[in-house]
Every structure is written in structure tokens, then in C-alpha cells.
């Protein structure tokens, strides 16, 4: 099996100044495509993923899909307090978790999908 991952934006979000800056990148709507060319099938995912401002701020009208994915791509920290008082921590990856669930996706295709076995008989 041989998956090609495609990536898109398709809806970002600003809030019109923070720190000197402005129309600053606040959430990205995505969109992640998986095409199995050698058993024509597809998949796909979306999502939000909320950014907040940093160093490697770029002037809105200097951006380009890819800069705004690597941004997404970018490690997000989650922090949580559990059930016992306790702190915890996690490192999420987007573009690990996305292309996993079509990749699943696909799998369970496969698994699903109908053949036609030669007749025992002939």
C-alpha cells in the first residue's frame, strides 16, 4: 500500500492586533486527503487547530498555505489537571495524528472491500 498525503488550509482566523501586530493567525481550518493509488481509494480528515503568537509571526499578506500548515505542524503542549490534582502533560502532532487516521481510514477500507475469488470448481 502506497498512500500520498495531501494537506490543505481551508478557512484561517485573525483577531485584528496583539502586540504590535496585526490580522494575526488565531485558528487554521485543515484538511488532510489520503489517495491509495494502487487500490483507488481515499480518505480524509479536518480539524481547527488554535495558534497563538509567536516568533515566527508573518505579515498576513506575505503568507502562504504552507507556512500556515508548518505552523500547525508545529508540537502542541496540552496540559491538564487530573482527577487526582495532579498535572499532566502531553505532545500532540498533527500531522502524525491526521495522516494515522486516514491511513486507518483507508485500512478499513481494504479490510472491507469485496474480490472476486476465482471459483473453486473451475
Same mark, same amino acid.
Given at each position: 500500500?502506497?498512500?500520498?498525503?495531501?494537506?490543505? %488550509? #481551508?478557512?484561517?482566523?485573525?483577531?485584528?492586533? /496583539?502586540?504590535?501586530?496585526?490580522?494575526?493567525?488565531?485558528? $487554521?481550518?485543515?484538511? +488532510?486527503?489520503?489517495?491509495?493509488?494502487?487500490?483507488?481509494?481515499?480518505?480524509?480528515?479536518?480539524?481547527?487547530?488554535?495558534?497563538?503568537?509567536?516568533?515566527?509571526? %508573518? #505579515?498576513?499578506?506575505?503568507?502562504?498555505?504552507? /507556512?500556515?500548515?508548518?505552523?500547525?505542524?508545529?508540537?502542541? $503542549?496540552?496540559?491538564? +489537571?487530573?482527577?487526582?490534582?495532579?498535572?499532566?502533560?502531553?505532545?500532540?502532532?498533527?500531522?502524525?495524528?491526521?495522516?494515522?487516521?486516514?491511513?486507518?481510514?483507508?485500512?478499513?477500507?481494504?479490510?472491507?472491500?469485496?474480490?472476486?475469488?476465482?471459483?473453486?470448481?473451475?
Amino acid at each position: 500500500m502506497s498512500i500520498a498525503f495531501k494537506w490543505s %488550509v #481551508n478557512k484561517i482566523q485573525v483577531i485584528p492586533a /496583539q502586540k504590535g501586530k496585526t490580522n494575526i493567525v488565531t485558528n $487554521v481550518e485543515w484538511a +488532510v486527503t489520503a489517495t491509495d493509488n494502487v487500490n483507488n481509494l481515499t480518505a480524509s480528515a479536518s480539524g481547527t487547530r488554535h495558534l497563538t503568537l509567536g516568533d515566527s509571526f %508573518v #505579515n498576513f499578506d506575505n503568507l502562504n498555505e504552507q /507556512q500556515v500548515l508548518d505552523w500547525c505542524f508545529a508540537p502542541e $503542549v496540552v496540559t491538564w +489537571v487530573d482527577l487526582d490534582n495532579t498535572t499532566k502533560t502531553s505532545t500532540r502532532l498533527l500531522k502524525n495524528e491526521g495522516e494515522t487516521q486516514v491511513t486507518e481510514q483507508i485500512e478499513r477500507q481494504l479490510a472491507q472491500k469485496e474480490t472476486e475469488p476465482a471459483l473453486p470448481w473451475a
